[in-house]
């Protein structure tokens, strides 16, 4: 969302249907919101550009077979990356709509209908970057939120809603949300703890080691796992429902064999969606490829709803109190919150999440679902708290004045955020898919920070140069003809 403006009210307005609505011009821009545009588009590309060349089959798993430098690489960038650009995004998305609503009340024209239009453009276009060139899109995700979002919103003036008409009550809600899977995990880990004796967790290790090694003697035997694929297929193809066992009532060795073939068939599921991507990727031509990105998408697009609800949404709305409380649009007098997010944000942040990486990666973590699930609970807060550090950061950077100078290369970046977010794909895909460069799973991870480096330097010339002739991006200029329902000006 690239559209700021000043100055915004203390609850959501309902807009006298008069006056034209149009993009904001350059002149009220808020600056920060573009380099923080640009600096997440760099965290994309760092956390994107390993699923071009791996299989996305494999999302949110750290490759243990990297070493060196590559693991060097990849443990660094998960821990100063993943899951910070795209939450970061978020937040700007829930300013930028912010930003247009205040834009629509002042020029006194109804909102919703423009903004539905605006979302379904996005999702749109977010479809077509599934299907023609990869299927890692967020932007689809994006328009969903956007849409439960503007709901919201629409419901602020209805009766006893309207006590919920105000910026602090979007902070509020979208904090509560966002703390309630970590409430519920809290709870979890009481109980569990006050219930589970220590002698209990050992016997748990090792029946889950037990479990592990059966069915890695499975799958090194040809025989039985041959027989255990072609009747998992055969019953797959039958229609016939997983029969139901009363585990309790078998014996050890028998319980033991039962969940080792379990395993084993989840194990092989996996492989073989992994094997058919990259089969799909690296040997087949461009229409086998988007035949296999079509499927995939229609696989992804179940959860959709529910990232959008539970993940994306929360965070539009503590965007969204950023502007419309007036915090980023007048920075240099909330200091004090910028420089808290930034020291406390970063500094919890990086120690949380080495601690989190620290669990993940430790061998006993494979087998230990306790262990996992505290892992992955500590890297999820860790995330919070550097998107928080980043975004202060980054603001008090841009008060200072050679702090607006160094980010300044940022901002034409963001302000073309779609088109190089696009663009990246295009780029990659031509590099890594066996329909073009066939470099699929040849570039390591260490030489991708490289090649990202030489994308963004290409990226940031590139956009500076664009936006001195043309006032958006080639997909933003598509993006507000279609949801203006009118051909906008190109030229500066």
């Not at 978020?90 to 539905?116: D, H, S």
């Amino acid at each position: 969302m690239n559209e700021e403006n000043s100055p915004a009210p203390a609850s959501v307005p309902e807009p006298a249907p008069s006056g034209n609505l149009a993009p904001i011009s350059e002149s009220k821009r808020i600056d920060v919101m573009d380099m923080l545009r640009g600096f997440a588009l760099i965290g994309i590309i760092l956390m994107n550009i390993e699923w071009f060349g791996r299989s996305i089959s494999e999302l949110g798993q750290f490759n243990f077979d990297l070493s060196g430098g590559d693991w060097s690489a990849g443990w660094l960038i998960r821990l100063f990356v993943e899951g910070k650009f795209y939450k970061l995004f978020c937040l700007l998305f829930g300013m930028g709509f912010a930003v247009m609503l205040i834009r629509a009340q002042e020029v006194g024209r109804p909102f919703g209908a423009w903004f539905t239009r605006r979302m379904l453009f996005l999702f749109l276009f977010g479809m077509c970057h599934m299907i023609f060139l990869w299927p890692g899109d967020i932007v689809h995700d994006y328009a969903v939120a956007g849409l439960l979002l503007l709901g919201w919103v629409s419901l602020l003036n209805r009766g006893k809603m309207k006590r919920f008409n105000n910026p602090t009550s979007f902070l509020h809600i979208g904090l509560g949300m966002l703390c309630v899977p970590m409430i519920v995990g809290m709870l979890a880990g009481i109980f569990f703890g006050v219930t589970t004796l220590r002698a209990d967790f050992a016997e748990n290790y090792d029946k889950r080691v037990e479990v592990d090694a059966a069915a890695e003697l499975i799958a090194q035997d040809p025989t039985r796992s041959s027989a255990l694929i072609a009747k998992a297929k055969e019953d797959e193809e039958a229609g016939k429902m997983p029969e139901i066992i009363d585990e309790d009532a078998m014996e050890d060795e028998a319980l033991l064999a039962h969940k080792a073939e379990q395993q084993f068939l989840a194990e092989h599921a996996i492989d073989e969606q992994v094997a058919g991507e990259k089969l799909a990727l690296t040997e087949g031509n461009y229409w086998q490829a988007t035949q296999y990105r079509l499927e995939e998408t229609g696989r992804r697009i179940v959860t959709t709803p529910i990232f959008g609800l539970f993940f994306v949404f929360p965070l539009f709305m503590i965007g969204y109190w950023f502007i419309a409380s007036g915090v980023l649009r007048a920075p240099k007098e909330h200091k004090v919150l910028f420089k808290s997010m930034a020291y406390v944000g970063c500094f919890f942040g990086i120690f949380i999440s080495i601690c989190a990486l620290l669990i993940l990666t430790y061998p006993a973590a494979e087998h230990g679902m306790a262990l996992m699930g505290i892992g992955h609970a500590l890297f999820g807060l860790g995330q919070m708290l550097m998107t928080a550090g980043y975004l202060g950061a980054i603001v008090l950077l841009s008060l200072t004045q050679r702090g607006h100078r160094w980010l300044g290369w940022l901002a034409p970046m963001g302000r073309m955020a779609l088109t190089n977010y696009i663009m990246n794909s295009l780029v990659l895909s031509s590099i890594f898919f066996g329909y073009a460069g066939g470099m699929y799973g040849e570039i390591s991870r260490a030489e991708q920070v490289g090649l990202v480096a030489v994308i963004l330097v290409v990226q940031a010339v590139f956009s500076a140069l664009w936006l001195k002739q043309f006032r958006f991006g080639p997909l933003e200029w598509l993006w507000r003809s279609l949801t203006y329902l009118k051909v906008q000006p190109m030229r500066v």
